[in-house]
Protein backbone atom coordinates (compact mmCIF):
# COMPACT_ATOMS: atom_id res chain seq x y z
CA UNK A 1 0.00 0.00 0.00
CA UNK A 2 1.14 3.36 -0.65
CA UNK A 3 1.31 5.80 2.29
CA UNK A 4 1.60 9.59 2.29
CA UNK A 5 3.61 11.00 4.97
CA UNK A 6 1.85 13.94 7.21
CA UNK A 7 1.46 16.95 5.13
CA UNK A 8 0.62 18.50 7.84
CA UNK A 9 4.28 18.55 9.36
CA UNK A 10 5.16 20.30 5.88
CA UNK A 11 3.06 23.55 6.38
CA UNK A 12 1.88 25.69 3.11
CA UNK A 13 2.50 29.46 3.84
CA UNK A 14 -0.98 31.66 4.42
CA UNK A 15 -2.17 34.54 2.33
CA UNK A 16 -4.90 36.45 3.83
CA UNK A 17 -8.22 35.33 1.96
CA UNK A 18 -8.63 39.08 0.23
CA UNK A 19 -5.79 38.48 -1.91
CA UNK A 20 -4.98 36.53 -4.70
CA UNK A 21 -2.34 33.38 -3.96
CA UNK A 22 0.52 34.14 -6.07
CA UNK A 23 3.04 31.02 -5.33
CA UNK A 24 1.60 28.42 -6.85
CA UNK A 25 4.38 26.07 -6.87
CA UNK A 26 4.83 25.56 -2.80
CA UNK A 27 1.58 23.14 -2.85
CA UNK A 28 1.99 21.48 -5.81
CA UNK A 29 5.68 20.85 -4.15
CA UNK A 30 4.45 19.44 -1.03
CA UNK A 31 1.33 17.63 -2.40
CA UNK A 32 4.10 15.84 -4.56
CA UNK A 33 5.87 15.25 -1.78
CA UNK A 34 3.23 13.87 0.41
CA UNK A 35 1.64 11.51 -2.57
CA UNK A 36 4.77 10.97 -5.20
CA UNK A 37 4.14 7.34 -6.06
CA UNK A 38 0.05 8.10 -6.50
CA UNK A 39 1.47 11.27 -8.63
CA UNK A 40 4.08 8.92 -11.05
CA UNK A 41 0.85 5.90 -11.35
CA UNK A 42 -1.86 8.17 -12.29
CA UNK A 43 0.44 10.53 -14.55
CA UNK A 44 3.40 8.02 -15.89
CA UNK A 45 2.17 4.51 -15.14
CA UNK A 46 4.51 2.89 -17.65
CA UNK A 47 7.25 4.54 -15.35
CA UNK A 48 5.68 3.29 -12.28
CA UNK A 49 5.75 -0.31 -13.47
CA UNK A 50 9.64 0.05 -13.07
CA UNK A 51 9.43 0.95 -9.47
CA UNK A 52 10.09 -1.10 -6.16
CA UNK A 53 7.33 0.92 -4.26
CA UNK A 54 8.16 -1.28 -1.13
CA UNK A 55 11.28 0.02 -0.83
CA UNK A 56 11.77 3.78 0.44
CA UNK A 57 12.23 6.39 -1.94
CA UNK A 58 14.78 9.29 -1.71
CA UNK A 59 14.07 12.71 -2.46
CA UNK A 60 17.31 14.46 -3.34
CA UNK A 61 17.33 18.09 -2.73
CA UNK A 62 20.59 19.13 -2.15
CA UNK A 63 21.65 17.22 -5.73
CA UNK A 64 19.00 19.26 -7.27
CA UNK A 65 20.01 22.47 -5.89
CA UNK A 66 23.59 22.17 -6.71
CA UNK A 67 22.41 20.95 -10.48
CA UNK A 68 19.84 24.20 -10.82
CA UNK A 69 22.55 26.54 -9.50
CA UNK A 70 25.25 25.55 -11.42
CA UNK A 71 22.80 25.10 -14.51
CA UNK A 72 22.44 28.89 -13.71
CA UNK A 73 18.46 28.13 -13.95
CA UNK A 74 17.51 29.74 -11.03
CA UNK A 75 15.54 28.32 -8.01
CA UNK A 76 12.67 25.69 -8.72
CA UNK A 77 10.13 24.77 -5.76
CA UNK A 78 8.17 22.91 -7.32
CA UNK A 79 10.59 20.61 -9.10
CA UNK A 80 11.38 17.09 -7.24
CA UNK A 81 14.53 14.86 -8.10
CA UNK A 82 14.18 11.45 -6.34
CA UNK A 83 15.77 8.14 -6.24
CA UNK A 84 14.07 4.99 -6.72
CA UNK A 85 14.87 1.63 -6.80
CA UNK A 86 13.56 -0.63 -9.83
CA UNK A 87 11.91 -4.13 -9.02
CA UNK A 88 15.13 -5.70 -10.37
CA UNK A 89 17.09 -3.69 -7.66
CA UNK A 90 18.78 -1.53 -9.73
CA UNK A 91 18.54 2.67 -8.64
CA UNK A 92 16.69 4.32 -10.26
CA UNK A 93 16.29 8.68 -10.57
CA UNK A 94 13.12 10.34 -11.32
CA UNK A 95 13.17 14.12 -12.54
CA UNK A 96 10.14 15.47 -11.99
CA UNK A 97 9.10 19.10 -12.94
CA UNK A 98 5.97 20.71 -12.55
CA UNK A 99 5.19 24.15 -15.10
CA UNK A 100 2.55 25.63 -12.61
CA UNK A 101 2.35 29.13 -14.72
CA UNK A 102 -0.15 28.99 -17.46
CA UNK A 103 2.26 30.65 -19.90
CA UNK A 104 4.70 28.64 -22.99
CA UNK A 105 7.71 28.80 -22.32
CA UNK A 106 9.87 28.47 -26.02
CA UNK A 107 12.67 27.35 -23.93
CA UNK A 108 11.25 24.80 -22.03
CA UNK A 109 12.57 21.67 -23.61
CA UNK A 110 16.13 23.20 -23.71
CA UNK A 111 16.14 23.40 -19.84
CA UNK A 112 14.92 20.08 -19.60
CA UNK A 113 17.74 18.83 -21.54
CA UNK A 114 19.92 21.10 -19.56
CA UNK A 115 18.62 19.82 -16.16
CA UNK A 116 18.96 15.98 -17.65
CA UNK A 117 22.55 16.84 -18.76
CA UNK A 118 23.83 18.09 -15.27
CA UNK A 119 22.48 15.72 -13.55
CA UNK A 120 24.37 13.07 -15.31
CA UNK A 121 27.78 15.49 -15.84
CA UNK A 122 27.60 15.18 -11.50
CA UNK A 123 26.55 12.41 -10.32
CA UNK A 124 26.90 10.06 -13.62
CA UNK A 125 22.53 9.24 -13.40
CA UNK A 126 20.58 9.65 -16.47
CA UNK A 127 17.20 10.46 -14.66
CA UNK A 128 13.91 9.79 -16.16
CA UNK A 129 12.61 13.22 -16.81
CA UNK A 130 8.74 13.83 -16.55
CA UNK A 131 6.61 17.65 -16.77
CA UNK A 132 3.31 18.07 -15.36
CA UNK A 133 2.10 21.02 -17.66
CA UNK A 134 -0.70 22.96 -15.94
CA UNK A 135 -1.30 25.44 -18.72
CA UNK A 136 -4.39 26.24 -20.71
CA UNK A 137 -2.62 26.12 -24.18
CA UNK A 138 -3.62 22.69 -25.97
CA UNK A 139 -1.01 23.16 -28.63
CA UNK A 140 1.54 23.55 -26.63
CA UNK A 141 2.98 20.56 -26.20
CA UNK A 142 6.63 20.08 -25.01
CA UNK A 143 8.41 16.34 -25.29
CA UNK A 144 12.02 16.58 -26.58
CA UNK A 145 15.05 18.58 -27.66
CA UNK A 146 17.39 18.30 -29.95
CA UNK A 147 20.09 18.42 -32.94
CA UNK A 148 20.47 16.65 -36.73
CA UNK A 149 24.00 17.56 -38.13
CA UNK A 150 25.19 14.99 -40.99
CA UNK A 151 27.71 13.35 -38.60
CA UNK A 152 26.24 14.39 -35.22
CA UNK A 153 23.08 13.93 -33.62
CA UNK A 154 21.25 14.34 -30.58
CA UNK A 155 17.08 13.22 -29.73
CA UNK A 156 16.02 14.00 -25.93
CA UNK A 157 12.79 12.93 -25.28
CA UNK A 158 10.83 13.37 -21.97
CA UNK A 159 7.33 12.32 -20.49
CA UNK A 160 5.00 14.86 -20.40
CA UNK A 161 1.12 15.02 -19.58
CA UNK A 162 -0.98 17.59 -19.79
CA UNK A 163 -3.69 18.49 -16.92
CA UNK A 164 -6.43 20.09 -19.40
CA UNK A 165 -6.25 16.50 -21.20
CA UNK A 166 -8.37 15.18 -17.85
CA UNK A 167 -11.24 17.93 -18.90
CA UNK A 168 -12.45 15.00 -21.04
CA UNK A 169 -11.80 12.02 -18.42
CA UNK A 170 -13.78 13.76 -15.23
CA UNK A 171 -15.95 10.41 -14.59
CA UNK A 172 -12.40 8.52 -14.83
CA UNK A 173 -11.07 11.09 -11.87
CA UNK A 174 -14.40 10.92 -9.90
CA UNK A 175 -14.23 7.02 -9.83
CA UNK A 176 -10.71 6.72 -9.20
CA UNK A 177 -9.48 5.25 -5.68
CA UNK A 178 -6.13 7.48 -6.51
CA UNK A 179 -6.17 10.35 -4.40
CA UNK A 180 -4.00 12.08 -6.91
CA UNK A 181 -7.01 12.22 -8.70
CA UNK A 182 -8.41 14.96 -6.44
CA UNK A 183 -5.22 17.24 -6.98
CA UNK A 184 -6.21 16.92 -10.90
CA UNK A 185 -10.07 18.01 -9.97
CA UNK A 186 -8.90 20.71 -7.93
CA UNK A 187 -6.60 22.12 -10.07
CA UNK A 188 -8.86 21.58 -13.46
CA UNK A 189 -11.95 23.74 -11.12
CA UNK A 190 -9.47 26.37 -10.60
CA UNK A 191 -9.36 27.17 -14.00
CA UNK A 192 -12.70 26.46 -15.11
CA UNK A 193 -13.50 28.99 -12.58
CA UNK A 194 -11.68 32.09 -12.33
CA UNK A 195 -14.49 34.14 -13.47
CA UNK A 196 -16.95 32.48 -11.37
CA UNK A 197 -16.70 32.83 -7.63
CA UNK A 198 -19.92 31.27 -6.60
CA UNK A 199 -19.51 28.21 -9.35
CA UNK A 200 -15.95 27.93 -7.09
CA UNK A 201 -17.04 27.58 -4.02
CA UNK A 202 -19.83 25.23 -5.19
CA UNK A 203 -16.52 23.13 -6.72
CA UNK A 204 -14.99 23.79 -3.21
CA UNK A 205 -17.28 22.33 -1.34
CA UNK A 206 -18.06 19.02 -3.64
CA UNK A 207 -14.30 18.51 -3.74
CA UNK A 208 -14.19 18.41 -0.08
CA UNK A 209 -17.19 16.68 0.61
CA UNK A 210 -16.08 13.58 -1.92
CA UNK A 211 -13.09 13.31 0.92
CA UNK A 212 -15.42 12.25 3.19
CA UNK A 213 -17.43 10.04 1.00
CA UNK A 214 -14.36 8.42 -0.74
CA UNK A 215 -13.85 7.12 3.43
CA UNK A 216 -10.01 8.76 3.58
CA UNK A 217 -9.11 8.82 6.93
CA UNK A 218 -8.80 12.09 8.68
CA UNK A 219 -5.02 13.02 7.72
CA UNK A 220 -5.61 12.02 4.63
CA UNK A 221 -8.60 14.28 4.64
CA UNK A 222 -6.23 17.00 6.17
CA UNK A 223 -3.70 16.72 3.55
CA UNK A 224 -5.87 16.60 0.39
CA UNK A 225 -8.04 19.30 1.76
CA UNK A 226 -4.89 21.63 2.60
CA UNK A 227 -4.57 21.24 -1.45
CA UNK A 228 -7.91 22.34 -2.64
CA UNK A 229 -8.14 25.16 0.10
CA UNK A 230 -4.70 26.57 -1.53
CA UNK A 231 -5.62 26.60 -4.79
CA UNK A 232 -9.34 27.14 -4.70
CA UNK A 233 -8.95 30.69 -3.04
CA UNK A 234 -12.58 32.81 -2.48
CA UNK A 235 -13.29 36.32 -1.32
CA UNK A 236 -13.41 36.43 2.34
CA UNK A 237 -17.03 36.16 2.41
CA UNK A 238 -17.90 33.38 0.02
CA UNK A 239 -14.96 32.02 1.95
CA UNK A 240 -16.76 32.23 5.48
CA UNK A 241 -20.40 30.89 3.43
CA UNK A 242 -18.30 27.94 2.67
CA UNK A 243 -17.19 27.12 6.07
CA UNK A 244 -20.63 27.45 7.29
CA UNK A 245 -21.94 24.96 4.79
CA UNK A 246 -19.08 22.31 5.91
CA UNK A 247 -19.31 22.90 9.41
CA UNK A 248 -23.26 21.92 8.47
CA UNK A 249 -21.68 18.85 6.20
CA UNK A 250 -19.55 17.90 9.21
CA UNK A 251 -22.23 18.22 12.10
CA UNK A 252 -24.31 15.54 9.87
CA UNK A 253 -22.16 13.07 9.71
CA UNK A 254 -20.59 13.99 12.92
CA UNK A 255 -17.14 13.89 12.10
CA UNK A 256 -14.87 16.63 13.38
CA UNK A 257 -11.90 16.61 10.39
CA UNK A 258 -12.06 20.30 9.04
CA UNK A 259 -14.20 22.61 11.49
CA UNK A 260 -13.22 25.93 12.25
CA UNK A 261 -11.31 24.46 15.39
CA UNK A 262 -9.22 22.35 13.21
CA UNK A 263 -9.08 25.46 10.58
CA UNK A 264 -7.52 27.83 13.15
CA UNK A 265 -4.75 25.08 14.37
CA UNK A 266 -3.65 24.67 11.00
CA UNK A 267 -3.49 28.54 10.63
CA UNK A 268 -1.60 29.12 13.37
CA UNK A 269 0.57 26.32 12.32
CA UNK A 270 1.05 27.75 9.10
CA UNK A 271 2.14 30.85 10.29
CA UNK A 272 4.80 29.03 12.85
CA UNK A 273 6.01 27.37 10.01
CA UNK A 274 6.35 30.55 7.65
CA UNK A 275 8.35 32.29 10.44
CA UNK A 276 10.60 29.34 10.99
CA UNK A 277 10.91 28.80 7.66
CA UNK A 278 11.68 32.98 7.05
CA UNK A 279 14.27 32.94 9.83
CA UNK A 280 15.83 29.66 8.73
CA UNK A 281 16.69 30.99 5.07
CA UNK A 282 18.07 34.58 6.92
CA UNK A 283 20.44 32.64 9.23
CA UNK A 284 21.63 30.61 6.30
CA UNK A 285 22.43 33.66 3.94
CA UNK A 286 24.31 35.11 6.74
CA UNK A 287 26.31 32.15 7.26
CA UNK A 288 26.89 31.91 3.33
CA UNK A 289 27.62 35.91 3.26
CA UNK A 290 30.07 35.62 6.32
CA UNK A 291 32.11 32.74 4.30
CA UNK A 292 32.21 34.42 1.43
CA UNK A 293 33.21 38.16 2.14
CA UNK A 294 33.48 37.85 5.83
CA UNK A 295 32.19 39.65 9.05
CA UNK A 296 28.85 41.31 8.33
CA UNK A 297 28.35 44.23 10.18
CA UNK A 298 25.45 44.43 12.59
CA UNK A 299 24.06 47.60 10.47
CA UNK A 300 24.16 45.59 7.75
CA UNK A 301 22.82 42.50 9.42
CA UNK A 302 19.77 44.75 10.66
CA UNK A 303 18.91 45.59 6.51
CA UNK A 304 19.32 42.08 5.78
CA UNK A 305 16.20 41.35 8.65
CA UNK A 306 14.23 43.79 6.75
CA UNK A 307 13.84 41.86 3.89
CA UNK A 308 11.04 40.31 2.22
CA UNK A 309 10.59 36.51 1.79
CA UNK A 310 11.60 37.09 -2.28
CA UNK A 311 14.43 39.50 -1.00
CA UNK A 312 15.79 36.89 0.64
CA UNK A 313 15.56 34.57 -2.13
CA UNK A 314 16.99 37.20 -4.40
CA UNK A 315 19.81 37.78 -2.02
CA UNK A 316 20.56 34.04 -1.57
CA UNK A 317 21.08 33.74 -5.58
CA UNK A 318 23.52 36.86 -5.48
CA UNK A 319 25.98 36.77 -3.46
CA UNK A 320 27.43 33.57 -5.34
CA UNK A 321 28.66 36.02 -7.37
CA UNK A 322 29.86 38.10 -4.46
CA UNK A 323 33.75 38.89 -3.79
CA UNK A 324 33.20 41.55 -1.01
CA UNK A 325 31.29 43.75 1.43
CA UNK A 326 30.95 46.35 -1.60
CA UNK A 327 28.96 43.77 -3.52
CA UNK A 328 26.78 43.47 -0.71
CA UNK A 329 26.25 47.05 0.23
CA UNK A 330 25.88 47.89 -3.75
CA UNK A 331 23.52 44.45 -3.31
CA UNK A 332 21.28 46.05 -0.74
CA UNK A 333 21.43 49.63 -2.14
CA UNK A 334 19.29 49.04 -5.25
CA UNK A 335 16.96 46.89 -3.43
CA UNK A 336 16.18 49.02 -0.32
Known amino acids: MLLPYNLSDRPLPKIPMTEPRADLDSPWKEILRAYFPQAIAIFFPNTAALIDWSR ?12 TRDAELGKRYADQLVKVWQVDGAELWLLMHVEVQAQKEKAFAQRMFTYNIRIFDRYQQIPISLAILCDENHQWRPHEYGADYPDTRLHFEFGTVKLIDYQTRWAELESSENPFAIVVMAH ?10 DQRKVWKFRLTRALYEKGYGRQE ?20 SFWQDLQSFEEDRKVTYVTNAERFGIEKGIQQGIEQGIERERSLILRQLTRKIGTISPNVETQIAALSVAQLESLGEALLDFSSSADLDEWLRSHL
Do not use: G, H, S
Open 188 to 197: LKVLETKRDV
Open 56 to 67: PYEFLDKEFQKI
Open 221 to 240: VLNLYRFIDWVMILPEAVER
